[in-house]
């Protein structure tokens, strides 16, 4: 599976960008995506997560963001509102078969970051 996270871009605060995640591979439906974000000087965190019928949020973007897929289009989706400075980050995507959702280093795949910048 090869995945090309796109999307970023500079907003201002309360603003929004929507992410996606298109990914390479038949079988894409039968994989876990993942966003994960990493700012400057920090650690690689996790965002949102979707299987095939849930999805899972860091509690700093719930509310805020919606992770969404489109298995016809083998692209996942992360809808970012209101977002803010904190918010930050070059965005990468990940897929798994079997991921603990939080966890990055149970992805098998991942894709080239995006970078977002919220101006205050």
């Known amino acids: 599976v090869q995945l090309q996270a796109s999307g970023g871009g500079l907003v201002q605060a309360g603003g929004s960008l929507r992410l996606s995640c298109a990914a390479s591979g038949r079988t894409f439906s039968s994989y876990a995506v993942g966003w994960f974000r990493q700012a400057p000087g920090k650690e690689r965190e996790f965002v949102a997560a979707i299987s095939w019928s849930d999805t899972y949020y860091a509690d700093s973007v719930k509310g805020r963001f919606t992770i969404s897929r489109d298995n016809a289009k083998n692209t996942v989706y992360l809808q970012m509102n209101s977002l803010k400075p904190e918010d930050t980050a070059v965005y990468y995507c990940?897929?798994?078969?079997?991921?603990?959702?939080?966890?990055?280093?149970?992805?098998?795949?991942w894709g080239q970051g995006t970078q977002v910048t919220v101006s205050s």
């Open positions: 990940a897929a798994g078969r079997l991921p603990t959702m939080g966890l990055e280093s149970t992805y098998e795949y």
